[in-house]
Protein backbone atom coordinates (compact mmCIF):
# COMPACT_ATOMS: atom_id res chain seq x y z
CA UNK A 1 0.00 0.00 0.00
CA UNK A 2 0.94 3.67 -0.67
CA UNK A 3 0.32 4.43 3.03
CA UNK A 4 1.37 2.36 6.09
CA UNK A 5 -1.58 2.04 8.22
CA UNK A 6 0.67 0.60 10.88
CA UNK A 7 3.81 2.51 10.92
CA UNK A 8 4.05 5.26 13.39
CA UNK A 9 6.60 7.25 11.81
CA UNK A 10 5.61 9.81 8.62
CA UNK A 11 7.67 7.12 5.93
CA UNK A 12 8.36 7.70 1.57
CA UNK A 13 9.24 4.83 -0.17
CA UNK A 14 11.23 5.12 -3.64
CA UNK A 15 11.55 1.84 -5.61
CA UNK A 16 14.16 1.57 -7.85
CA UNK A 17 12.03 2.05 -10.88
CA UNK A 18 10.83 5.24 -9.13
CA UNK A 19 14.81 6.21 -8.54
CA UNK A 20 15.36 5.70 -12.28
CA UNK A 21 12.71 7.97 -13.22
CA UNK A 22 13.60 10.78 -11.21
CA UNK A 23 15.33 13.59 -13.07
CA UNK A 24 18.63 13.45 -10.80
CA UNK A 25 21.62 15.48 -12.93
CA UNK A 26 24.65 13.79 -11.39
CA UNK A 27 22.89 11.01 -9.68
CA UNK A 28 23.10 11.95 -5.97
CA UNK A 29 22.25 9.50 -3.57
CA UNK A 30 20.86 12.38 -1.20
CA UNK A 31 18.56 13.70 -4.19
CA UNK A 32 15.07 10.88 -3.53
CA UNK A 33 15.07 12.18 0.32
CA UNK A 34 13.90 15.73 -0.70
CA UNK A 35 10.62 13.96 -1.89
CA UNK A 36 9.62 13.04 1.75
CA UNK A 37 7.45 15.44 3.69
CA UNK A 38 8.94 18.06 5.68
CA UNK A 39 12.09 18.45 3.45
CA UNK A 40 14.26 21.56 3.08
CA UNK A 41 15.47 21.20 -0.25
CA UNK A 42 19.10 23.02 -1.58
CA UNK A 43 20.41 23.79 2.04
CA UNK A 44 23.97 23.66 1.72
CA UNK A 45 26.24 27.03 2.08
CA UNK A 46 27.40 28.77 -0.60
CA UNK A 47 30.62 27.25 -0.46
CA UNK A 48 28.90 24.72 -2.24
CA UNK A 49 30.31 22.10 -0.48
CA UNK A 50 29.62 19.09 1.22
CA UNK A 51 30.74 20.24 4.58
CA UNK A 52 28.51 23.06 3.66
CA UNK A 53 29.41 27.29 4.46
CA UNK A 54 27.69 30.07 6.34
CA UNK A 55 24.64 30.05 5.02
CA UNK A 56 23.12 26.34 5.52
CA UNK A 57 24.74 22.77 5.24
CA UNK A 58 23.63 19.28 3.61
CA UNK A 59 21.71 18.70 0.71
CA UNK A 60 18.28 18.70 2.75
CA UNK A 61 16.69 19.31 6.43
CA UNK A 62 13.31 17.91 7.86
CA UNK A 63 10.65 19.59 9.82
CA UNK A 64 12.91 22.46 11.44
CA UNK A 65 15.82 20.52 12.37
CA UNK A 66 19.74 21.04 10.98
CA UNK A 67 20.89 18.33 8.37
CA UNK A 68 23.15 17.45 10.86
CA UNK A 69 20.45 15.08 12.59
CA UNK A 70 20.12 13.15 9.23
CA UNK A 71 21.38 9.83 8.75
CA UNK A 72 22.15 8.02 6.22
CA UNK A 73 22.62 4.66 6.49
CA UNK A 74 22.87 1.82 3.32
CA UNK A 75 23.16 -1.70 4.12
CA UNK A 76 22.77 -0.95 7.67
CA UNK A 77 26.05 0.73 7.40
CA UNK A 78 25.63 4.53 8.70
CA UNK A 79 27.65 6.64 5.68
CA UNK A 80 27.56 10.04 7.30
CA UNK A 81 31.05 12.10 7.63
CA UNK A 82 31.97 11.60 11.34
CA UNK A 83 33.90 15.12 11.42
CA UNK A 84 30.12 16.55 10.63
CA UNK A 85 27.47 14.29 10.59
CA UNK A 86 26.35 15.26 7.09
CA UNK A 87 25.99 13.51 4.15
CA UNK A 88 29.39 12.11 3.05
CA UNK A 89 30.02 13.10 -1.06
CA UNK A 90 33.58 12.50 -2.05
CA UNK A 91 36.10 13.71 -4.82
CA UNK A 92 33.28 14.92 -6.83
CA UNK A 93 31.15 16.41 -3.60
CA UNK A 94 28.33 13.99 -4.73
CA UNK A 95 26.95 11.08 -3.36
CA UNK A 96 27.54 8.64 -5.86
CA UNK A 97 26.36 4.47 -7.03
CA UNK A 98 22.37 5.41 -6.78
CA UNK A 99 22.02 2.83 -9.71
CA UNK A 100 23.32 0.07 -7.52
CA UNK A 101 20.08 0.69 -5.19
CA UNK A 102 17.31 -1.01 -4.94
CA UNK A 103 14.85 1.01 -2.48
CA UNK A 104 15.10 3.95 -0.67
CA UNK A 105 13.14 4.57 2.62
CA UNK A 106 13.09 8.17 4.44
CA UNK A 107 11.88 7.50 8.22
CA UNK A 108 11.36 11.37 9.43
CA UNK A 109 9.34 11.85 13.05
CA UNK A 110 10.76 8.15 13.74
CA UNK A 111 8.78 7.10 16.83
CA UNK A 112 9.97 3.85 16.50
CA UNK A 113 12.89 3.40 18.31
CA UNK A 114 14.61 0.80 16.32
CA UNK A 115 14.98 3.62 13.82
CA UNK A 116 18.47 5.51 15.54
CA UNK A 117 21.02 7.67 16.07
CA UNK A 118 19.67 11.07 14.49
CA UNK A 119 16.35 13.14 15.44
CA UNK A 120 15.31 14.33 12.09
CA UNK A 121 15.48 11.44 9.55
CA UNK A 122 17.06 8.09 9.31
CA UNK A 123 17.47 7.54 5.26
CA UNK A 124 17.75 3.40 4.29
CA UNK A 125 19.68 2.61 1.12
CA UNK A 126 19.17 -1.26 0.40
CA UNK A 127 21.42 -2.44 -2.51
CA UNK A 128 20.10 -4.41 -5.47
CA UNK A 129 19.93 -8.04 -5.60
CA UNK A 130 20.77 -10.93 -8.12
CA UNK A 131 17.51 -12.72 -9.27
CA UNK A 132 17.33 -15.96 -11.14
CA UNK A 133 17.01 -14.23 -14.29
CA UNK A 134 20.04 -12.36 -16.04
CA UNK A 135 19.36 -8.21 -15.86
CA UNK A 136 21.43 -5.45 -16.29
CA UNK A 137 21.34 -1.81 -17.36
CA UNK A 138 23.79 0.55 -19.24
CA UNK A 139 23.37 4.51 -18.99
CA UNK A 140 25.19 7.97 -20.06
CA UNK A 141 24.56 11.17 -19.60
CA UNK A 142 26.50 14.05 -21.31
CA UNK A 143 26.34 17.84 -20.80
CA UNK A 144 29.84 20.46 -22.10
CA UNK A 145 30.71 23.41 -23.20
CA UNK A 146 29.41 22.95 -27.08
CA UNK A 147 26.00 23.55 -25.01
CA UNK A 148 26.84 25.79 -22.51
CA UNK A 149 27.12 29.75 -23.15
CA UNK A 150 30.20 31.69 -21.96
CA UNK A 151 30.71 33.94 -19.36
CA UNK A 152 30.50 37.54 -20.52
CA UNK A 153 33.51 39.14 -19.14
CA UNK A 154 35.68 35.74 -20.75
CA UNK A 155 34.41 36.90 -24.24
CA UNK A 156 35.26 40.69 -23.20
CA UNK A 157 38.76 40.39 -22.64
CA UNK A 158 40.68 40.30 -25.91
CA UNK A 159 42.62 36.87 -26.21
CA UNK A 160 40.38 34.83 -23.82
CA UNK A 161 38.24 31.97 -24.78
CA UNK A 162 35.60 30.02 -23.73
CA UNK A 163 36.84 27.56 -20.72
CA UNK A 164 36.60 23.56 -21.34
CA UNK A 165 33.57 21.90 -19.16
CA UNK A 166 32.62 18.42 -19.17
CA UNK A 167 29.90 16.47 -17.14
CA UNK A 168 30.43 12.57 -18.37
CA UNK A 169 27.99 9.81 -16.47
CA UNK A 170 28.11 6.66 -16.99
CA UNK A 171 28.07 3.06 -16.18
CA UNK A 172 25.99 -0.27 -15.70
CA UNK A 173 25.07 -2.98 -13.61
CA UNK A 174 24.69 -6.48 -14.00
CA UNK A 175 22.71 -9.46 -11.57
CA UNK A 176 21.86 -12.49 -12.06
CA UNK A 177 22.29 -16.53 -10.68
CA UNK A 178 25.09 -18.24 -9.51
CA UNK A 179 23.10 -21.24 -8.33
CA UNK A 180 19.43 -21.81 -9.13
CA UNK A 181 17.43 -20.16 -6.03
CA UNK A 182 20.39 -20.75 -3.91
CA UNK A 183 23.21 -18.10 -5.10
CA UNK A 184 23.24 -14.75 -6.27
CA UNK A 185 25.29 -12.02 -7.94
CA UNK A 186 25.27 -8.30 -8.85
CA UNK A 187 27.76 -5.43 -9.53
CA UNK A 188 27.43 -2.15 -10.49
CA UNK A 189 29.66 0.34 -11.50
CA UNK A 190 29.85 4.18 -11.99
CA UNK A 191 31.89 6.93 -13.25
CA UNK A 192 31.49 10.61 -13.03
CA UNK A 193 33.97 13.06 -14.59
CA UNK A 194 33.68 16.69 -14.42
CA UNK A 195 35.97 19.55 -15.82
CA UNK A 196 34.12 22.65 -14.47
CA UNK A 197 35.12 26.11 -16.07
CA UNK A 198 37.08 28.49 -13.77
CA UNK A 199 36.88 32.17 -14.83
CA UNK A 200 38.77 34.78 -12.44
CA UNK A 201 39.86 38.78 -12.37
CA UNK A 202 43.45 38.47 -11.56
CA UNK A 203 45.36 42.06 -10.66
CA UNK A 204 49.27 41.44 -11.29
CA UNK A 205 52.76 43.82 -11.17
CA UNK A 206 53.32 44.93 -14.40
CA UNK A 207 56.58 44.03 -16.40
CA UNK A 208 57.71 47.91 -15.32
CA UNK A 209 56.93 47.65 -12.13
CA UNK A 210 58.43 44.35 -11.58
CA UNK A 211 61.82 45.95 -12.66
CA UNK A 212 60.84 48.96 -10.74
CA UNK A 213 60.89 47.24 -7.81
CA UNK A 214 63.79 45.43 -8.00
CA UNK A 215 65.54 48.87 -8.46
CA UNK A 216 64.28 50.32 -5.32
CA UNK A 217 64.90 47.10 -3.09
CA UNK A 218 68.68 48.03 -2.94
CA UNK A 219 68.14 51.65 -1.96
CA UNK A 220 65.13 51.86 0.24
CA UNK A 221 62.92 55.11 -0.04
CA UNK A 222 59.78 56.72 1.05
CA UNK A 223 56.13 55.78 1.15
CA UNK A 224 54.48 58.21 -1.02
CA UNK A 225 51.02 58.50 0.55
CA UNK A 226 52.04 57.96 4.51
CA UNK A 227 55.86 59.30 4.06
CA UNK A 228 57.08 56.30 6.35
CA UNK A 229 60.74 55.40 5.07
CA UNK A 230 61.61 52.08 4.62
CA UNK A 231 65.59 50.76 4.53
CA UNK A 232 67.33 48.77 1.67
CA UNK A 233 66.52 45.52 1.50
CA UNK A 234 69.35 44.49 -1.36
CA UNK A 235 68.43 40.66 0.51
CA UNK A 236 65.62 40.78 -0.91
CA UNK A 237 66.26 40.67 -4.37
CA UNK A 238 67.08 37.14 -5.23
CA UNK A 239 63.57 36.24 -3.61
CA UNK A 240 61.81 39.12 -5.89
CA UNK A 241 63.37 37.73 -8.84
CA UNK A 242 62.00 34.40 -7.69
CA UNK A 243 58.50 35.81 -6.93
CA UNK A 244 58.38 37.47 -10.25
CA UNK A 245 59.10 34.47 -12.37
CA UNK A 246 56.12 32.95 -11.26
CA UNK A 247 53.54 35.65 -12.94
CA UNK A 248 53.39 33.95 -16.27
CA UNK A 249 51.18 36.43 -18.19
CA UNK A 250 51.70 39.75 -16.83
CA UNK A 251 49.20 41.04 -20.55
CA UNK A 252 46.24 43.52 -19.61
CA UNK A 253 44.32 46.68 -18.47
CA UNK A 254 46.69 49.21 -16.57
CA UNK A 255 44.99 50.27 -13.07
CA UNK A 256 45.37 53.02 -11.09
CA UNK A 257 47.22 52.48 -7.66
CA UNK A 258 47.69 55.23 -4.77
CA UNK A 259 51.33 55.61 -4.44
CA UNK A 260 52.45 53.85 -8.21
CA UNK A 261 54.82 56.75 -9.40
CA UNK A 262 54.43 56.39 -13.06
CA UNK A 263 51.53 55.66 -15.90
CA UNK A 264 51.88 52.97 -18.44
CA UNK A 265 52.80 54.41 -21.43
CA UNK A 266 55.91 55.98 -18.90
CA UNK A 267 55.49 59.22 -18.18
CA UNK A 268 55.62 60.18 -14.26
CA UNK A 269 52.16 60.01 -12.43
CA UNK A 270 50.54 63.23 -11.48
CA UNK A 271 49.40 64.34 -8.56
CA UNK A 272 50.22 64.05 -4.92
CA UNK A 273 50.77 61.65 -3.94
CA UNK A 274 50.86 59.87 -7.38
CA UNK A 275 48.29 57.72 -8.26
CA UNK A 276 49.49 56.10 -12.00
CA UNK A 277 48.68 53.27 -13.55
CA UNK A 278 51.66 51.78 -14.68
CA UNK A 279 52.10 49.05 -11.88
CA UNK A 280 49.48 46.93 -12.07
CA UNK A 281 46.97 45.73 -14.75
CA UNK A 282 43.99 42.98 -14.63
CA UNK A 283 43.25 40.60 -16.76
CA UNK A 284 40.91 37.38 -16.87
CA UNK A 285 41.80 34.00 -16.74
CA UNK A 286 39.88 31.22 -17.72
CA UNK A 287 40.91 27.52 -16.83
CA UNK A 288 39.06 24.04 -16.58
CA UNK A 289 39.35 21.83 -13.32
CA UNK A 290 39.04 18.55 -13.96
CA UNK A 291 37.56 15.72 -11.06
CA UNK A 292 36.63 12.27 -11.42
CA UNK A 293 35.35 9.58 -9.15
CA UNK A 294 34.27 5.90 -9.77
CA UNK A 295 32.33 3.72 -7.42
CA UNK A 296 32.61 -0.35 -8.04
CA UNK A 297 29.67 -2.53 -6.05
CA UNK A 298 29.14 -5.74 -5.62
CA UNK A 299 27.35 -8.12 -3.70
CA UNK A 300 26.64 -12.00 -3.00
CA UNK A 301 23.36 -13.40 -1.57
CA UNK A 302 23.07 -16.74 -0.75
CA UNK A 303 20.21 -18.90 0.34
CA UNK A 304 21.75 -21.44 3.06
CA UNK A 305 18.14 -22.78 3.47
CA UNK A 306 14.94 -21.72 4.41
CA UNK A 307 15.71 -20.85 8.12
CA UNK A 308 19.20 -19.29 7.01
CA UNK A 309 20.07 -16.19 4.68
CA UNK A 310 23.44 -14.13 4.18
CA UNK A 311 24.85 -11.45 1.95
CA UNK A 312 28.01 -9.72 1.70
CA UNK A 313 28.36 -6.28 -0.21
CA UNK A 314 31.92 -4.68 -1.06
CA UNK A 315 32.13 -1.45 -2.50
CA UNK A 316 35.17 0.48 -3.72
CA UNK A 317 35.06 4.41 -4.11
CA UNK A 318 38.06 6.17 -5.43
CA UNK A 319 38.77 9.39 -7.36
CA UNK A 320 40.82 12.92 -7.61
CA UNK A 321 39.47 16.21 -6.66
CA UNK A 322 40.73 19.26 -8.02
CA UNK A 323 40.79 21.30 -4.56
CA UNK A 324 41.62 24.38 -5.69
CA UNK A 325 43.01 26.05 -8.91
CA UNK A 326 45.39 29.19 -8.90
CA UNK A 327 44.58 31.67 -11.90
CA UNK A 328 48.39 32.54 -11.42
CA UNK A 329 50.76 30.15 -11.36
CA UNK A 330 49.60 26.01 -11.14
CA UNK A 331 52.24 25.54 -9.32
CA UNK A 332 49.41 26.40 -6.57
CA UNK A 333 46.83 23.73 -7.66
CA UNK A 334 45.77 21.57 -4.94
CA UNK A 335 44.38 18.08 -5.40
CA UNK A 336 42.13 15.81 -3.23
CA UNK A 337 42.30 12.16 -3.33
CA UNK A 338 39.37 10.53 -1.82
CA UNK A 339 38.74 6.50 -1.76
CA UNK A 340 36.57 5.11 0.44
CA UNK A 341 36.15 0.91 0.86
CA UNK A 342 33.61 -0.48 2.72
CA UNK A 343 32.13 -4.07 3.28
CA UNK A 344 28.61 -5.07 4.85
CA UNK A 345 26.87 -8.13 5.24
CA UNK A 346 23.60 -8.97 6.82
CA UNK A 347 22.95 -12.59 8.24
CA UNK A 348 18.96 -13.77 8.83
CA UNK A 349 17.87 -16.68 11.27
CA UNK A 350 14.38 -17.71 11.46
CA UNK A 351 14.18 -19.70 14.51
CA UNK A 352 10.27 -20.43 14.08
CA UNK A 353 7.08 -18.28 12.68
CA UNK A 354 6.97 -15.93 15.36
CA UNK A 355 10.81 -15.03 16.13
CA UNK A 356 13.70 -14.24 14.23
CA UNK A 357 17.01 -12.69 14.30
CA UNK A 358 19.39 -10.52 11.77
CA UNK A 359 23.25 -9.69 12.80
CA UNK A 360 24.44 -7.20 10.52
CA UNK A 361 28.36 -5.96 10.67
CA UNK A 362 30.00 -3.78 8.65
CA UNK A 363 32.83 -1.37 7.88
CA UNK A 364 34.33 1.39 6.28
CA UNK A 365 37.57 3.63 5.81
CA UNK A 366 38.13 6.39 3.43
CA UNK A 367 40.62 9.40 3.05
CA UNK A 368 40.21 12.97 2.06
CA UNK A 369 43.67 14.90 2.67
CA UNK A 370 43.63 18.36 0.63
CA UNK A 371 47.27 19.79 -0.19
CA UNK A 372 49.36 20.17 -3.57
CA UNK A 373 50.56 17.85 -5.59
CA UNK A 374 54.04 18.10 -4.38
CA UNK A 375 54.24 20.20 -1.43
CA UNK A 376 58.63 19.65 -1.42
CA UNK A 377 58.51 21.24 -5.20
CA UNK A 378 55.36 23.86 -4.50
CA UNK A 379 57.45 25.57 -1.12
CA UNK A 380 60.66 25.42 -2.92
CA UNK A 381 58.86 27.32 -5.48
CA UNK A 382 57.52 29.96 -2.99
CA UNK A 383 58.00 29.11 0.82
CA UNK A 384 55.03 31.62 1.95
CA UNK A 385 51.71 33.22 0.97
CA UNK A 386 51.58 36.55 0.17
CA UNK A 387 48.47 38.39 0.01
CA UNK A 388 47.48 42.37 -0.31
CA UNK A 389 44.69 43.53 1.98
CA UNK A 390 43.22 47.04 1.33
CA UNK A 391 42.68 48.66 -2.06
CA UNK A 392 46.50 50.18 -2.14
CA UNK A 393 47.51 46.42 -1.82
CA UNK A 394 45.29 45.43 -5.53
CA UNK A 395 47.64 42.47 -6.20
CA UNK A 396 45.81 38.93 -6.03
CA UNK A 397 47.40 36.51 -3.53
CA UNK A 398 50.27 34.68 -4.20
CA UNK A 399 50.79 31.24 -2.86
CA UNK A 400 47.46 29.83 -3.77
CA UNK A 401 45.89 28.60 -0.17
CA UNK A 402 49.33 26.79 0.56
CA UNK A 403 48.85 28.06 4.32
CA UNK A 404 45.87 26.19 4.75
CA UNK A 405 47.72 22.66 3.69
CA UNK A 406 47.85 19.74 4.26
CA UNK A 407 44.43 19.17 5.72
CA UNK A 408 41.41 16.43 5.81
CA UNK A 409 41.17 13.26 7.63
CA UNK A 410 41.22 9.71 7.56
CA UNK A 411 38.44 7.41 8.88
CA UNK A 412 38.37 3.80 10.20
CA UNK A 413 34.27 2.98 11.15
CA UNK A 414 33.37 -0.49 12.75
CA UNK A 415 30.02 -1.00 12.82
CA UNK A 416 27.31 -3.90 14.48
CA UNK A 417 24.19 -3.88 14.55
CA UNK A 418 21.58 -6.82 15.83
CA UNK A 419 18.02 -6.86 15.60
CA UNK A 420 15.86 -9.57 16.95
CA UNK A 421 11.87 -9.57 16.68
CA UNK A 422 9.53 -11.59 18.47
CA UNK A 423 5.70 -11.88 17.22
CA UNK A 424 3.30 -12.48 20.23
CA UNK A 425 -0.60 -12.38 19.25
CA UNK A 426 -1.31 -9.04 19.03
CA UNK A 427 2.06 -7.99 20.12
CA UNK A 428 5.27 -7.48 17.94
CA UNK A 429 8.75 -6.99 20.14
CA UNK A 430 12.11 -5.91 19.18
CA UNK A 431 15.04 -5.91 20.88
CA UNK A 432 18.42 -4.44 19.59
CA UNK A 433 21.90 -3.55 20.01
CA UNK A 434 23.49 -0.83 17.43
CA UNK A 435 27.09 -0.34 18.21
CA UNK A 436 29.67 1.80 15.91
CA UNK A 437 33.68 2.61 17.08
CA UNK A 438 35.34 4.89 15.36
CA UNK A 439 39.13 6.33 14.30
CA UNK A 440 39.45 9.63 12.84
CA UNK A 441 42.71 11.11 11.88
CA UNK A 442 42.55 14.86 12.05
CA UNK A 443 44.58 16.96 9.62
CA UNK A 444 43.49 20.21 10.10
CA UNK A 445 46.45 21.32 12.34
CA UNK A 446 48.89 22.42 9.54
CA UNK A 447 46.90 25.67 9.06
CA UNK A 448 49.66 28.47 8.90
CA UNK A 449 52.67 25.91 9.12
CA UNK A 450 53.35 27.81 5.69
CA UNK A 451 52.85 31.37 7.11
CA UNK A 452 50.58 33.56 5.70
CA UNK A 453 52.57 36.96 4.84
CA UNK A 454 49.83 40.45 4.86
CA UNK A 455 51.11 43.97 3.29
CA UNK A 456 48.74 46.94 3.06
CA UNK A 457 50.21 49.29 0.78
CA UNK A 458 51.96 49.28 -2.54
CA UNK A 459 55.15 51.20 -0.77
CA UNK A 460 55.32 47.75 1.76
CA UNK A 461 55.42 45.61 -1.54
CA UNK A 462 57.68 47.49 -2.94
CA UNK A 463 60.36 48.06 -0.30
CA UNK A 464 59.63 44.32 1.50
CA UNK A 465 57.75 44.80 4.56
CA UNK A 466 55.13 42.76 5.95
CA UNK A 467 52.37 44.50 7.70
CA UNK A 468 51.47 40.89 9.41
CA UNK A 469 52.73 37.92 9.31
CA UNK A 470 51.07 34.41 10.51
CA UNK A 471 52.88 31.36 11.50
CA UNK A 472 52.17 28.48 13.33
CA UNK A 473 53.59 25.80 15.02
CA UNK A 474 51.64 22.82 15.80
CA UNK A 475 53.22 20.17 17.80
CA UNK A 476 51.89 17.05 14.95
CA UNK A 477 50.49 17.75 11.52
CA UNK A 478 47.34 14.96 12.61
CA UNK A 479 46.18 13.90 15.72
CA UNK A 480 43.86 10.01 15.71
CA UNK A 481 41.16 10.66 18.04
CA UNK A 482 38.62 7.11 19.13
CA UNK A 483 34.88 7.58 19.68
CA UNK A 484 32.23 4.98 20.41
CA UNK A 485 28.47 4.79 20.50
CA UNK A 486 26.57 2.09 21.96
CA UNK A 487 22.91 1.84 21.28
CA UNK A 488 19.87 -0.54 23.05
CA UNK A 489 16.55 -0.95 21.87
CA UNK A 490 12.97 -2.48 23.22
CA UNK A 491 9.89 -1.94 21.56
CA UNK A 492 6.25 -3.15 21.41
CA UNK A 493 4.04 -2.80 18.55
CA UNK A 494 0.82 -3.33 19.82
CA UNK A 495 -2.26 -3.81 17.41
CA UNK A 496 -5.19 -2.21 19.76
CA UNK A 497 -8.10 -2.55 16.84
CA UNK A 498 -8.36 -3.40 13.61
CA UNK A 499 -7.50 -0.14 12.67
CA UNK A 500 -5.77 1.06 15.94
CA UNK A 501 -1.59 0.35 16.34
CA UNK A 502 0.12 1.83 19.42
CA UNK A 503 3.99 1.39 19.46
CA UNK A 504 5.75 2.14 23.06
CA UNK A 505 9.57 1.62 23.38
CA UNK A 506 12.67 3.20 24.64
CA UNK A 507 16.17 3.62 23.30
CA UNK A 508 19.25 4.47 24.92
CA UNK A 509 22.40 5.82 24.01
CA UNK A 510 26.20 5.68 25.57
CA UNK A 511 28.43 7.67 23.30
CA UNK A 512 31.98 7.72 25.05
CA UNK A 513 34.05 10.72 25.80
CA UNK A 514 36.43 11.00 22.60
CA UNK A 515 39.71 10.17 23.53
CA UNK A 516 43.59 11.71 21.96
CA UNK A 517 45.28 8.63 21.83
CA UNK A 518 48.59 11.18 22.07
CA UNK A 519 47.37 12.87 24.72
CA UNK A 520 47.62 16.07 23.17
CA UNK A 521 44.41 17.72 24.61
CA UNK A 522 44.69 21.02 26.23
CA UNK A 523 41.25 22.70 27.68
CA UNK A 524 40.05 24.36 31.07
CA UNK A 525 40.73 22.12 33.96
CA UNK A 526 36.74 23.39 34.55
CA UNK A 527 33.88 26.01 33.18
CA UNK A 528 34.49 29.35 31.75
CA UNK A 529 33.07 30.89 34.84
CA UNK A 530 34.69 28.96 37.24
CA UNK A 531 38.59 29.75 35.58
CA UNK A 532 40.66 32.61 36.86
CA UNK A 533 40.38 34.99 35.06
CA UNK A 534 43.33 37.23 35.17
CA UNK A 535 44.87 38.11 32.29
CA UNK A 536 48.35 38.23 33.39
CA UNK A 537 48.27 34.72 34.31
CA UNK A 538 50.85 32.57 32.10
CA UNK A 539 48.21 30.20 29.85
CA UNK A 540 49.92 27.27 31.24
CA UNK A 541 48.66 27.79 34.65
CA UNK A 542 45.44 28.54 32.84
CA UNK A 543 44.84 25.43 30.55
CA UNK A 544 44.99 21.91 31.63
CA UNK A 545 47.40 19.58 29.48
CA UNK A 546 48.48 16.30 28.47
CA UNK A 547 44.67 15.00 28.63
CA UNK A 548 43.57 12.59 26.45
CA UNK A 549 39.86 12.98 27.09
CA UNK A 550 38.29 15.97 24.94
CA UNK A 551 35.72 16.54 27.84
CA UNK A 552 35.97 16.48 31.49
CA UNK A 553 32.94 13.81 31.49
CA UNK A 554 29.96 12.91 29.50
CA UNK A 555 26.80 11.53 30.16
CA UNK A 556 26.80 7.38 30.81
CA UNK A 557 23.58 7.04 29.20
CA UNK A 558 21.08 9.17 27.21
CA UNK A 559 17.66 8.00 27.60
CA UNK A 560 15.05 8.07 24.65
CA UNK A 561 11.68 6.88 25.51
CA UNK A 562 9.09 7.27 22.62
CA UNK A 563 5.62 6.36 21.87
CA UNK A 564 3.31 6.54 19.19
CA UNK A 565 -0.37 5.90 18.25
CA UNK A 566 -1.50 5.27 13.94
CA UNK A 567 -5.10 5.51 13.99
CA UNK A 568 -6.66 4.62 10.13
CA UNK A 569 -10.51 5.95 10.80
CA UNK A 570 -11.37 6.00 7.15
CA UNK A 571 -9.93 3.90 4.62
CA UNK A 572 -7.48 6.16 3.16
CA UNK A 573 -6.91 8.36 6.18
CA UNK A 574 -4.48 7.82 8.98
CA UNK A 575 -3.84 9.82 11.43
CA UNK A 576 -0.47 9.61 13.59
CA UNK A 577 0.70 11.10 16.82
CA UNK A 578 3.30 10.59 19.23
CA UNK A 579 6.32 11.83 21.53
CA UNK A 580 9.00 10.71 21.49
CA UNK A 581 12.80 11.76 22.92
CA UNK A 582 15.64 11.96 20.23
CA UNK A 583 19.71 12.41 20.44
CA UNK A 584 22.07 13.42 17.75
CA UNK A 585 25.75 12.05 17.60
CA UNK A 586 29.10 14.90 18.22
CA UNK A 587 29.95 16.04 15.06
CA UNK A 588 33.55 15.45 14.82
CA UNK A 589 34.20 18.80 14.20
CA UNK A 590 34.10 19.87 18.02
CA UNK A 591 36.83 17.67 18.70
CA UNK A 592 38.81 19.37 16.21
CA UNK A 593 38.85 22.87 17.09
CA UNK A 594 39.21 21.87 21.16
CA UNK A 595 42.05 20.03 19.77
CA UNK A 596 43.27 23.11 18.64
CA UNK A 597 44.55 24.83 21.68
CA UNK A 598 47.62 25.91 22.36
CA UNK A 599 50.54 24.64 23.54
CA UNK A 600 49.90 21.82 20.99
CA UNK A 601 49.06 24.12 18.53
CA UNK A 602 50.97 28.15 18.68
CA UNK A 603 50.35 30.22 16.08
CA UNK A 604 51.83 33.78 16.14
CA UNK A 605 51.00 36.71 14.32
CA UNK A 606 53.56 39.58 14.04
Known sequence: PLINVENPNTTTTLTGKAIQDLPNPGGDMTYPAQFAPGALINTAGSSNDFVGGQNGYGNVQFNGLPALSNAYIVDGLETNDPLTNLNSGLATNLVLGLNSIEEVTVNTTSYAVDQGRYGASQINYITKSGTNTLHGNLYELWNGSRLNAANFFTNATPGNQKPRSTVNHFGGSVGGPMVHDKLFFFGDF???????????????????????????????????????????????????????????????????????PFNAEGGVAAGNPPNGNGCAIRHTTSQSSADHEQVITARIDHNIDIDNMVWYRLQSDTGLQAAYTDPINPLFNSISSQPLYSFAAGYTHIFNQRLLNYFNPAFSWYESLFGP??????????????????????????????????????????????????????????????????????????????????????????????????????????????????????????????????????????????????????????????????????????????????????????????????????????????????????????????????????????
Not at 212 to 218: C, D, G, I
Not at 239 to 246: G, I, N, Q, V
Not at 385 to 399: D, I, R
Request: hydrophobic fraction near 40%.
Open 190 to 260: EQMRIALPIVNTVTLPSTAFQSYVLEQLPKGGVDTVSGTAYPAAPALVPFYRKMFSLYANTAGTPLPVLGC
Open 373 to 606: VDSTQTLSGFPIVLQGAGSNAPFTTLGGLDYNWVQGRRATRFQINDNLAWTAGPHQFKFGISSRRLRINDYDFSTYDTPLVEYTTLAQFIYGVASTATKAFPAAASQPFDYLNLDLFAQDTMKVTSKLTWTLGVRTATNTNPVSAHGLIARLPGSFDAANHNPDQPLNQALATGLKDVFSSTPLVLWQPRTAVAWQFAPQTVVRAGFGVFSDLLPGSIVDLIASNPPYINTYQG
